[in-house]
């Protein structure tokens, strides 16, 4: 069965209330310009990015009937006034930034306050106006977005004693996607990451909404002991995740997710966009509506295609 496409329209720059937060909270959305009903993804960016990257997603996603919202977060280099930094220099700006300790935390709160105010977002949009089906709800995020949409999803963030954390998930959520996830904390973490990133001590037993997890066995993080098998662990050691996508030679940018031609892409492969563009959009709508054959439809065609980008396990 062939998916339905249908044309798109976007619209920046919409500012929601966000009493207390550091810059006005913005969202950028993408949606199909024809349709009712429509399922929504919220998509949290890596670090240092912003509501106006990882166009190959969201276009893509929308063209195929999902109203993808993007928040712009604290951490976005726009913000930090270096929008053409290198990741470097954005990172020391970053740890410099007094409040960048809680910038996770605050991720989530922007991406709950987000879901609390679509009204506001379908009003300020002719043509998205009512038509978001609010029991289609799903999240997606890439590395950073990863954290913060897993945090939505069920997993803990674990204080320096190892106790668990309180639980920052959102029942609304029914499915998500993680891109470059990180894996668990304790002693796979990095003498850098334990010095300079403690919300890395992350746990997934809790994560039991379903959820598709795409990796890179390529992808090394000066974060982690381990190697690629890290950002794999979200599938492994979680309940909810059911679905594991490793791409062949796949490094953290998976073949350029973040943009046309983006500069931080070390891995460039339009092939690998598209299987993550494919499959994502296809575990989405089976997992939203499970009457939809498009997971097993992407999965089959994965299996007949003479490629070996990348492999498909389920739980």
Known sequence: MKTQTFDILTTNAITLEA?????????????????????LILFAHGFGSSAFGYDPLAQYWAARGFVVIQPTFLDSKTLLGIPDASHQDALNA????????????????????VLDQLKTIEAAITGIDLRIDRNKISAAGHSFGAHT???LLGARVSSPDGSSAEDLGDQRIKAGVLLSAGGRGGDALSEFAKNHFPYLNQRYE?????????????????????GPEWFTEAYHLSPGADALLTLKGGEHMLGGITGYGAQETTDENPERVSL?????????RTALYHQDSAWTEAQKELAESMTNIGTVVEK
């Open 94 to 113: 970053y740890l410099a930034n007094p409040t960048s300790s809680m910038i996770w935390r605050q991720r989530v709160t922007d991406m709950k306050l």
């Open 19 to 39: 009493p207390g937060r550091e810059h006005p909270l913005e969202v950028r959305v993408t949606g199909p310009v024809n349709g009712h009903e429509l399922p």
């Open 206 to 226: 809790k994560l039991a909404t379903p959820t598709f997890v795409v990796a890179g066995d390529n992808d090394h993080s000066p974060l982690t002991v381990l």
């Open 276 to 284: 993550v563009q494919k499959m994502s959009c296809a575990y989405l």
């Open 149 to 151: 949409v897993g945090l």
